[in-house]
């Protein structure tokens, strides 16, 4: 099997014709696992029996002419995902022996079409963070350059695609955590709508921003992944009961259609790194023999991070204080039932986790709640009413996904400013619920990927997924990491 120009699609095709089994899959899979994990370490978990019992049942329900659309396809999930029997730590020592009792709703629907689940990814400690170092276990890295960070904080989820441990993969976007990890991995990742996906079962980091979102080697496979996942659920009351189109369909029979593409100047400044500068301009080029180019003005951009780091740290120290060491996970050994709060969480909890949680209280906590929450709420909507002008203008929105290029393991763990600006064109869209795309346009001169962001109107989900499908087969790129 080649592991390097495999898809979701091309895998099913070669099923569905019986070339392959299901359990010749997983085993190919298991060793691809076993082969390249230990050098980038993307999984927190992997089963090898629950993989090939799984890979037994698709291969009945094959014969039976009862298989889903992913049957036999096996994909990772990110470690803050659900996944009834089976651990959920969130890469953080205070749910280390955690068990999920229950399927989130987006495994349940990944289960009902065949899919075959390798393992759990690494992550930032409860979704917090840019890079994936960040793990209460241990860092995960690029497999472009094993010397940098993979993003983060779904950087396990974006590795095990990009190395092709699994082909697709769900993780979290709460501030950009499925599209950096994305483009500094050279995959696809796409956070939808907020409210398109339901969130029960997803570990709470900040619940007006959270989305599960699908990873995958090419638009395509992403669009599937979103068919599946996407769709109203009574158990999540931020779900949308909304009609949901085939988005893979859509975007087969809309390949031609044309788009007036917005350029925000706020997102192509002086703090661009020049190299991703350069491969976008070509992108922008190449688009605009087709569709119109216009350039406009998202003009609270610039208050975007300290918003964020506000809105999303309180509703942090809001969902974290249910681990109190008493109802689940760690519990530390202590004197009286204060000291018991103190120690397991100040043992549990890791030191981005704890800043959030500190940063979170203090906006919440009496007399500061005004001048901070309720200012990054007014604040978050001048940014969300941005968006609604522009799209009175255009269709839809390029920039770039990140500012840089992977940067170095350890280069910003110091300076948590520095690192919190490397979401700062991600963040805003987030903020303002809305469908984005990160896909992989070209490599720097250090071959390293860089990806473009395509942002669309609320629920216009298949109109991003679209822009993105045109932009591949202009492009044509075929991104192997070197470990492969």
């Known amino acids: 099997m080649d592991l390097k120009n495999i898809t979701i699609l091309s895998l099913y095709s070669e099923l569905k014709e019986r070339r392959i089994s299901c359990r010749e899959v997983a085993q190919v899979f298991l060793e691809h696992v076993r082969k390249v994990d230990p050098k980038v370490r993307a999984f927190l978990y992997v089963n090898e029996e629950w993989v090939l019992k799984q890979a037994e049942e698709a291969d009945r329900r094959w014969r039976e002419g009862r298989a889903g659309a992913l049957e036999g396809i096996p994909i990772s999930i990110k470690d803050n995902i659900l996944i009834k029997g089976h651990p959920t730590t969130c890469a953080s020592r205070i749910l280390a022996n955690y068990i999920a009792p229950y399927d989130a709703t987006v495994i349940e629907r990944l289960k009902r079409e065949g899919a075959i689940f390798l393992g759990k990814t690494n992550m930032d400690e409860f979704a917090m963070g840019s890079s994936t170092e960040n793990s209460a276990f241990h860092p995960t890295y690029n497999p472009w350059d094993l010397e940098r960070v993979p993003g983060g904080s779904s950087g396990g989820s974006a590795v095990a695609v990009s190395t092709r441990m699994g082909l697709g993969s769900l993780g979290s976007d709460t501030g950009g955590s499925i599209r950096q990890p994305a483009s500094f991995c050279g995959v696809v990742g796409m956070k939808p709508t907020y409210g398109l996906v339901s969130r029960f079962g997803l570990v709470a980091f900040a619940s007006s921003l959270d989305q599960i979102g699908p990873f995958a080697l090419d638009v395509e496979d992403t669009a599937l992944l979103l068919n599946i996942i996407a769709g109203f659920d009574p158990r999540d009351s931020t779900s949308a009961d909304i009609e ?18 917005g350029l925000p100047r706020e997102y192509f400044s002086g703090d661009l790194d020049p190299e991703v500068t350069k491969i976008l301009e070509e992108v922008i080029k190449a688009l605009s023999e087709k569709h119109t180019i216009k350039e406009i003005n998202l003009p609270h951009t610039k208050y975007s991070i300290a918003t964020y780091y506000i809105v999303a740290p309180a509703e942090a120290s809001s969902n974290l204080a249910r681990y109190d060491g008493i109802k689940y996970g760690f519990r530390a050994d202590a004197k009286g039932l204060i000291d018991l709060y103190k120690k397991s969480r100040s043992l549990g909890f890791g030191k981005e986790v704890k800043r959030r949680i500190m940063l979170g209280t203090y906006a919440l906590s009496a007399g500061y709640y005004d001048a901070y929450y309720l200012k990054a709420s007014k604040v978050r909507t001048l940014i969300k009413e941005d968006f609604e002008r522009a799209f009175k203008e255009v269709d839809l929105i390029l920039a770039p996904t990140t500012p840089t290029p992977p940067f170095k393991i350890g280069e910003k763990t110091k300076d948590p400013l520095q690192m ?28 390293l990927p860089v990806g473009a962001q395509i942002i669309g109107p609320a629920f216009r989900d298949e109109l991003v997924l679209t822009l993105a499908y045109q932009i591949e087969k202009t492009l044509c790129l075929k991104l192997t990491p070197p470990i492969l």
Do not use: C, H, M, W
């Open 420 to 447: 919190y600006l490397s979401d700062i064109f991600t963040i805003p869209v987030n903020l303002a619920g809305l469908p984005a795309i990160s896909i992989p346009v070209g490599l720097t001169a250090e071959r």
């Open 244 to 261: 949901v189109p085939n988005y893979l369909t859509f975007i087969r029979e809309n390949v031609q259609q044309k788009f007036v593409i």
